[in-house]
């Protein structure tokens, strides 16, 4: 019996990491997070600085460095950060979680419970696509996950081994993200132990936290010392905790979203095996007084789903810490479903499962087939130009839901001799390992020609990896992916108010507003413009826009003394930054094509400078743009 139990886990982790690995590094990390991280991890790499974590030559200070250190240790060996060694840490962190969900699950309702409990975590959808991920929040679910596992054991054994294992993962947690690791074993503790104050003083959690902390503590110290200039900058302790906690939870300075916000995104997020809630709710409720096993199941889910509703800042992977409870509750209830007389439902529920992804293939070749779809879904376009493998991929969508249709006949078969041998749970599980594969294998790499930055930054990398000596700037917009793939620091220019004297009674943040509301109206007053900003302009051209740019200040209503000085001050700013660009040394900067078009006839010094490349890059249409010494450098 325990060889059979071995060899079940042994397949579910390779089945998760097949699932997690499959074409890890075949496409771009992408924005917001991915390439932050892996850039934090590469400029550790090259300036052997662990302590203070930098991003563009500045410090970093919003998380803790763990997950950058993982990413840093996994690449030290290959001399540089890659797509695949900045995801292989969330990989292992989600291997991590699916050991413990099936351990957690094997003590409380069994080794088949556990298994399934395992295949339900691994064919979520958001846990396998954060599984693949270059972000915080699956290894903090890892720590988490064996934080409930040690709870369950030293409530049931009083094992000081096991107090040590929930400590020694809180830790790392807090290491890896602060402040949620608390916020979730806090809710445990108390919310289990809510009328039992004795057995809650016997856990001695607050001295656990303490120590816990302990690490982090070690760090911040570490930090502060190695850059004093750090607690009287941007990333002052007291500023950066209250930004990160109360600010982002409770005044939703990022990320607001409604009080129903998780009512909708739980579900989506869960799928295939949120189609099961009508049935695993009631089950749930029906179930929410069986024994001290269930208590601390809700007493993980229900405090912590609450919490971060109620929290005004919400974003979907805040809540997958709950997400391995949620898999074994779902596993739990898909079991007793499939041997009950309940066959009507499980019918409904695997139709609703199936219709869409029968009716996959002929969408696709809608949309593929069709250039007038393309245009409407623009991240389709990526798809639809790949010709070569259009037939190719059309077949693979028809042979998944062909294996589909067989699976799901199979189980009905089967359902007619034993009531144990079918269930919605098998055919989620069969489906949708297959499918997973396939969006990782095609749709990935597809969509990262919409999304990706890598190709777009190939002549500055070549560069950078030929050790070429040049300047970078960023005009306007400051983003990761571009520091990561031209392997190089850029300076940002126009990310700051611009030096206008401040008006008597004008608050700071009222001059914030003005000039991002200046800015705006400029930049949509050009917008619509007829020329292309990929060539050159004619001089009527930047005389039309000059002459748009100032009618769009001047139609602001705003007091026509800081539109005079704002004009005045834009026209310093671009100046001063086109001496430093005509300088004869090699130099390059990125610009959206909506910022170049106001940009020019505002300092029409810059048109002489060249537009090496310009191309789509996610949402925005971005330009490369050198000196002479730059093009000479690029094309020698």
Known sequence: MMQRQSLALIGLLLLAAALFLINLGGYDLWPPDEPRFAQIAREMLQSRDFIVPHINNEV?????PMLMWAIAAVSAPFGDVSEWTARFPSVVSALVTVLFTYLLARRLYGPRVAIWSGLVLTTMALFWWEARSVRTDMMLTACLTVCLYAFWRWHRERSAGMLVLFYTALAVALLVKGPPAIVFTTLLVFAFYWNQKHERIQFHYFIGLTVAAVPVLIWLTLKHFQAPAVAEGDVAIGDNLFRQTIGRFFLGVSHAQWPWYYFINLPINWLPWSLLLPWTLPWVWKKRHEDERMRLLLAWMIPAFIFFTLCIGKRPVYLIPIYPVAAILFA??????????????????????????????????????????????????????????????????????????????????????????????????????????????????????????????????????????????????????????????????????????????????????????????????????????????????????????????????????????????????????ADTMLDPRPAFFFVQEEDWRWILPLCPRLHALTVLKYAPVGSRKMLIVANDAGDRAMNP
């Open 332 to 577: 739990r209830s898909a079991l007793e479903l499939a041997k009950s007389s309940r066959k009507r439902l499980q019918q409904n529920i695997e139709i609703s499962w199936m219709l869409p992804l029968a009716i996959v293939p002929v969408a696709c070749l809608v949309v593929l087939g069709s250039s007038y779809y393309s245009d409407i879904v623009p991240f389709m376009r990526p798809i639809a130009d790949r010709s070569e493998n259009i037939m190719m991929e059309i077949t693979l969508f028809g042979l998944i839901v062909s294996a589909m249709g067989v699976a799901w006949d199979m189980t009905r078969g089967r359902r007619r001799v034993s009531n144990e041998a079918g269930g919605p749970h098998k055919v989620f599980a069969l489906t949708s390992a297959p499918l997973l594969a396939l969006v990782a294998l095609l749709f990935f790499p597809a969509l990262d020609e919409h999304k990706g930055a890598k190709d777009f930054c190939a002549p500055l990398r070549q560069l950078s990896e030929k050790q070429v000596d040049y300047r970078l700037y960023s005009v306007g917009v400051s983003r990761e992916e571009y520091v990561f793939y031209s392997k190089h620091a850029h300076v940002p220019v126009l990310m700051d108010l611009l030096p206008i004297p401040q008006q008597p009674g004008m608050k700071p943040m009222d001059m914030v507003k003005l000039q991002r509301t200046l800015r705006k109206r400029i930049a949509k007053a050009v917008e619509s413009h007829p020329i292309d900003a990929g060539v050159a302009l004619t001089d009527q051209d930047l005389l039309a826009l000059r002459a748009v740019v100032h009618e769009s200040v001047v139609d602001a209503k705003i007091d026509p003394v800081l539109t005079s000085e704002f004009e005045k001050a834009l026209g310093d700013t671009l100046n001063a930054f």
């Open 60 to 64: 970093y200070s919003e998380k803790p």
